[in-house]
């Protein structure tokens, strides 16, 4: 078992370009939660997907938005980018029915924006 | 709303001597909290839970409702210890919540 699994693993964009990352769970994981950890701070939840939905949204903007695949795959997609978006974007998955607090973490995707 | 303050960036001790990793948060209500802990070139993984009351590699925390704190202590400290560590807090939730709030992190080195 590979455990999550994100793509890419680093990127650069440029101001007001759109991006897409990928995140596939971990084996028999159906829920998917984003964070974004900006140099010297800790992770920050984006929002949380179940079901193909979104059941759980943080502090961010519109242009965060994300999408989770029948497979339980899941994109994270940020518009309009700015230079503060420039953060690592983790990816965590757990099982709906497992609910041990435990979140199983991917390596993240760094994003570079200038 | 809630947040998690972990008061030290960084955390030094020698091999052997006791560590104590500070985490103190703000939340009106009976928080669940957790110590994640990330080791040199690895991924975010769970150290320890308070609801489990166990000891993972030698560390406990305690909740301290009073105090509001979940401190986590080794009472012997080895150099494979060294990671970052960040605790969280999850708001009671039944299954449905899943949003943590993390502090931002105290970096431990086990000198040798």
């Known amino acids: 078992d590979a455990g999550v699994t994100q793509s890419p693993t680093h990127l650069i964009k440029t101001r007001g370009q759109q991006v897409t990352l990928r995140c596939s769970p971990k084996?028999?994981?159906?829920?998917v939660s984003w964070y974004q950890q900006a140099l010297g701070q800790g992770p920050q939840f984006i929002f949380q997907?179940?079901?193909?939905?979104?059941?759980q949204r943080g502090n961010f903007p519109d242009r965060f938005s994300g999408h989770q695949f029948p497979n339980y795959s899941s994109e994270l997609n940020v518009n309009a980018l700015l230079l503060g978006d420039s953060a690592l974007y983790l990816c965590?998955?757990?099982?709906?029915?497992?609910?041990?607090?435990?979140?199983?973490f991917g390596e993240g995707s760094r994003l570079t924006v200038l | 709303a809630q947040r998690v303050t972990q008061p030290e960036k960084l955390l030094s001790v020698f091999k052997g001597a006791p560590v104590e990793l500070k985490c103190n948060y703000s939340?009106?209500?009976?928080?669940?909290l957790f110590w994640y802990v990330q080791y040199s070139r690895q991924r975010l993984q769970l150290l320890l839970r308070?609801?489990s009351r166990e000891s993972i590699k030698g560390f406990t925390a305690d909740l301290n409702k009073g105090e509001t704190s979940f401190h986590l202590k080794k009472p012997f400290a080895q150099e494979e210890d060294s990671a970052m560590y960040y605790c969280?807090?999850?708001?009671?939730?039944?299954?449905?919540?899943?949003?943590?709030?993390f502090g931002k992190g105290t970096l431990l080195t086990v000198n040798p």
């Open positions: 084996s028999g994981h159906d829920t």
């Open positions: 965590a998955s757990r099982r709906s029915l497992a609910d041990t607090g435990e979140l199983f």
């Open positions: 308070h609801i």
């Open positions: 997907y179940y079901e193909e939905e979104e059941r």
């Open positions: 939340y009106s209500g009976s928080p669940e």
């Open positions: 969280a807090l999850r708001r009671p939730s039944g299954g449905s919540n899943y949003k943590l709030t």
